[in-house]
């Protein structure tokens, strides 16, 4: 239970809000310590959502409303419309929602909403630069738009914020935002019982700190440099999997035409039975699996590479940020991953469960065209983490088979290969005897060792970036003087 007291002049304040937890938020020590920080004395008046005249600067620190230093109408949330989908990429744009905006890849995953039946686009789409706020049930996560969502359109779960570069950089925008300090005060606008939601007026009084042109530079320039980080990471990776197509299944990206263009596509055929498991579910056999098979020749069990781990369901005694951090699924796929939650240091068996940095995994669980079967490798950030249960960790037999494991399994055909020997219909499950049966193309050791070095590249560019971003926010702070808490 958390108390406070407030006065009649913040009841007042636009909004008139009378719940709680508006007043009782982290939010209210944010927005009383730019006021103290900024010289000023009581809120700024509701704004119409016009521009205004640029705010002149006055003594050392300065605060400006967020709608003062945005383009006209540059932060707005598009209106809600009838979502049409198509399967093929030339016939839509792949459609990001509030959920996958700050995966390493937005676009993993994503349908494509149709040109033809979606009279919205302009409105939707996303431009670089523009700093993207999840607006309905998680509030206030920040991204910064890149080449990494190209061609992307955006959902209207998400607020859009468009500097303008006369008044403020991006990056420096995006900075703040995304800062605890910033996130504080947007979650503080928040309303709704049971899902929260955002509206963009809301924030247009946001206060945003200036600095000197050259603090604000530099803070920029580091976004800028992580943000290019993240760009170099993705395109690496594209590029590792088109040389595995080539050199090890003597296939060009171009060559791969799927009739089952997702996990739920109708199928029919005919197939031998296993004997070995007594499958009867089409899933196993015809469709979506069969069309990635149909590309493999001489294969070997994914158990022939790697030593699977999964460890048992366990009790988790959660604590505070004293405790081990502990991250789930939802964090790990994540550009900068970073722990929501902590278990006690005392936890029995506490070994069991965290994981070196370096190691790949799967999320073992969940719903077949979500980040089931889809893999990922711990930051060196997160070295000796607590990792849920639902992440199964694949341990190579030979360190150097990392590369080609990740590479493989990150494939269109890898993962539906993967995919085939899960069970369940609703929530699919992975297993540790599913995944070592699973199979692997064969190749010379030399061929599959020579992608770790480049596996590692991809992930020097993702730390490479985090180290930026933190840099960045580091000289935030630090010229607010504001202590995190």
């Known amino acids: ?10 009841i007042d304040s636009p909004g008139h809000r009378l719940d709680a937890s508006y007043h009782a938020s982290n939010g209210v020590q944010g927005l009383r310590f730019l006021e103290k920080w900024g010289g000023k004395t009581k809120h700024l008046k509701k704004a119409p959502n016009v521009l205004q005249e640029k705010q002149a600067p006055y003594g050392t620190n300065r605060v400006e409303r967020l709608a003062d230093v945005c383009l006209p109408d540059g932060i707005y949330i598009p209106s809600r419309f009838k979502r049409i989908f198509v399967e093929d990429e030339k016939h839509g744009s792949p459609y990001i929602t509030g959920g996958s905006i700050l995966e390493a890849n937005p676009l993993r995953g994503a349908k494509f909403l149709s040109y033809r039946f979606t009279s919205s686009m302009k409105e939707l789409a996303l431009s670089k630069s523009m700093t993207l706020v999840t607006c309905s049930g998680t509030i206030g996560r920040a991204a910064y738009v890149n080449a990494n969502f190209k061609n992307g359109v955006g959902s209207p779960d998400l607020l859009r914020i468009v500097a303008d570069p006369e008044k403020i950089l991006p990056g420096y925008l995006f900075a703040f935002l995304n800062s605890k300090l910033g996130y504080s005060l947007i979650e503080q606008k928040t309303y709704g019982a049971v899902v929260q939601h955002i509206e963009a007026h809301h924030v247009y009084n946001l206060y945003i700190p200036r600095f000197s042109r050259a603090i604000e530079k ?32 003597g296939l060009e990206a171009q060559d791969l035409d799927w009739e089952c263009g997702n996990e739920h596509a109708f199928a029919t055929g005919t197939a031998v039975l296993s ?30 590479l790697i030593a699977p781990y999964q460890p048992p369901i ?44 370096g190691t790949v995994l799967v999320q073992r669980v969940g719903q077949r065209y979500g980040l089931f079967g889809r893999p990922t490798i711990l930051q060196k950030h997160l070295d000796d983490v607590v990792v849920t249960e ?15 494991i990740y590479v493989w399994l990150s494939t269109e055909i890898g993962r539906r290969l993967l995919l085939k020997n899960s069970f369940g219909t609703s929530m699919g499950v992975l ?49 607010l003087g504001w202590e995190e808490s």
Not at 1 to 10: D, R, S, Y
Not at 278 to 302: N, S
Not at 390 to 404: E, S
Not at 433 to 448: G, T
């Open 218 to 249: 530099e803070i920029h320039d580091l976004i800028e440099e992580s943000s290019r980080n993240r760009e170099k990471a993705n395109q690496e990776l594209e590029r590792v999997q088109r040389r595995f197509l080539r050199e090890v299944l």
């Open 1 to 10: 239970m958390k108390i406070t007291t407030t006065t009649a002049l913040e």
């Open 431 to 479: 297993s540790e005897d599913s995944i070592s049966e699973s199979l692997a193309p064969k190749c010379s050791a030399e061929l599959r060792h020579s992608f770790e070095p480049e596996v590692q590249s991809i992930c020097d560019y993702r730390e490479r970036a985090n180290e930026l971003e933190d840099k960045a926010q580091a000289i935030l702070l630090n010229a």
């Open 275 to 304: 004997m070995k498991h007594y499958r009867l579910d089409g899933f196993h056999y015809v469709g979506y699996v069969a069309e990635a098979e149909a590309y493999l020749q001489d294969t070997m069990p994914l158990g022939e």
């Open 314 to 357: 366990f009790k988790r005694p959660y604590t505070d940020e004293r405790g081990k951090p502990m991250l789930s699924g939802m964090d790990l796929y994540n550009a900068y991953p970073k722990a929501r939650l902590y278990v006690s240091k005392q936890m029995p068996n506490i070994e069991s469960y965290t994981v070196k940095a």
């Open 390 to 404: 639902h992440l199964i960790r694949l341990y190579p037999h030979n360190p150097k088979d990392r590369g080609f």
